[in-house]
């Protein structure tokens, strides 16, 4: 009888530990999906990090004056005509919201720097309120307007015009302001950032004859060109205007004979 109590306890033991482990494999079959799941969050935190929409957006107070500090989203409607390097760099300060430094400027510049205590004042003050001028000149500036020198080919009889060598896809047009001169360069850079061809000068067969007759069979020209501000950035070069091309004016100067040949305009989606 011992050994028959001792075989059934066995048994027993047998029987718990099966039914024991038989509810543990299907416990851990039911935590399966939730490891999965653990597993595929690397995609999940990837998505998160490349998604710069989501954090770029202003969550505080504190962010959003930031952001709106680095890069405004709205520009004048004034538009600044044939600006030197001087008024572009004024221009790139207010467009990224900084002031700037005037004053150092003013008393770095050599008249004012080797000028004997007696002038140096006065001298001070007539370079700051020029330097103050210039900035105050750009206030609620939206567009640029440049002329860019460009020549163009031979007639294209099949589409009916010329084509010119500038606007091509990806244009820039870079600026290389000293505001004294012991101070460094500082280069700014204007991106055309049009989307649809903008060299194409569409002209009749006699008209583009007259074109070329007009202008002493030369194929030099100069394009009046007009932007529309529509970005600024900073990047490692230095800072970028974002401008869209509205549109040209061709013409040229030769041997002091101003001469206008036309124009190509786009509007403000940029069909022609």
Same mark, same amino acid.
């Given at each position: ?89 004024? =221009? ?27 002038? $140096?004042?006065? %001298? ?6 020029? =330097? ?12 640029? $307007? ?17 084509? %010119? ?8 047009? /870079?600026?290389?302001?000293?505001? /004294?001169?012991? =101070?460094?360069?500082? $280069? ?27 202008? /002493? ?10 932007? %529309? ?5 900073? $990047? ?8 869209? %091309? ?27």
């Amino acid at each position: 009888m011992p050994a028959m109590y001792a075989s059934e306890s066995r048994c027993y033991r047998i029987v718990s530990l099966v039914l024991l482990c038989t509810f543990m494999l299907a416990a851990c079959e039911g935590e399966q999906p939730a490891r999965d799941a653990g597993e595929a969050a690397p995609p999940q935190e990837t998505a998160d990090t490349s998604a710069p929409t989501s954090t770029a957006r202003p969550t505080s107070p504190a962010v959003g004056d930031a952001n709106a500090t680095q890069s405004p989203v709205q520009f004048g409607d004034r538009q600044l005509d044939h600006p030197d390097d001087l008024q572009i760099l004024m =221009l790139s300060y207010r467009l990224e919201g900084r002031t700037p430094p005037i004053d150092e400027w003013a008393s770095a510049q050599y008249r004012v720097k080797y000028a004997d205590e007696f002038k $140096r004042p006065s %001298l001070l003050k007539e370079e700051q309120e020029r =330097l103050q001028g210039i900035y105050d000149g750009t206030a609620e500036v939206g567009r640029l $307007r440049l002329n860019v020198n460009a020549q163009f080919g031979e007639y294209d009889a099949g589409r009916g015009g010329y084509y %010119l060598d500038a606007f091509m896809p990806g244009s820039a047009f /870079s600026f290389d302001a000293q505001p /004294s001169p012991e =101070l460094q360069r500082q $280069r700014i850079t204007l991106q055309v950032d049009n989307p649809e061809e903008l060299n194409f000068w569409p002209l009749d067969a006699t008209r583009a004859q007259d074109v070329l007759t007009r202008n /002493s069979g030369l194929r030099s020209v100069v394009l009046d060109s007009r932007f %529309l501000i529509t970005g600024v950035s900073r $990047r490692s070069e230095g800072l970028v205007i974002k401008g869209r %091309l509205l549109g040209y004016t061709i013409g040229s100067d030769h041997y002091n004979r101003p001469a206008t040949f036309g124009e190509v305009n786009f509007d403000g989606q940029g069909e022609r």
